[in-house]
């Protein structure tokens, strides 16, 4: 049995997504990184590194501020816990 969903718009997409198992939205994950890499680097070479320190300030950029980790856990006592 075949499956063929059609999604008109990044909404959509990111819904279904979100539904997906955690185990699928991983590889859906790593097929997207390797689609991505393949239609930026046409020529077979890997993107400058000041492109790619672009595209992640981007990504980051991307996000919302969060309340971030508490001081105890990124302190040097944390890690001999």
Known sequence: MQYKFIMSSLAEIERAAEALP??????LMLFLGARLRAIRGQDGHPLPPAERAA??????ASHER????????????????
């Not at 955690?22 to 590889?27: L, Y």
Request: glycine fraction near 10%.
């Open 22 to 27: 955690p185990e699928q939205q991983q590889k």
């Open 55 to 60: 595209d992640l300030r981007r990504w980051a």
């Open 66 to 81: 969060g309340p971030g980790l508490p001081d105890f856990a990124v302190g040097r006592e944390a890690i001999y816990d």
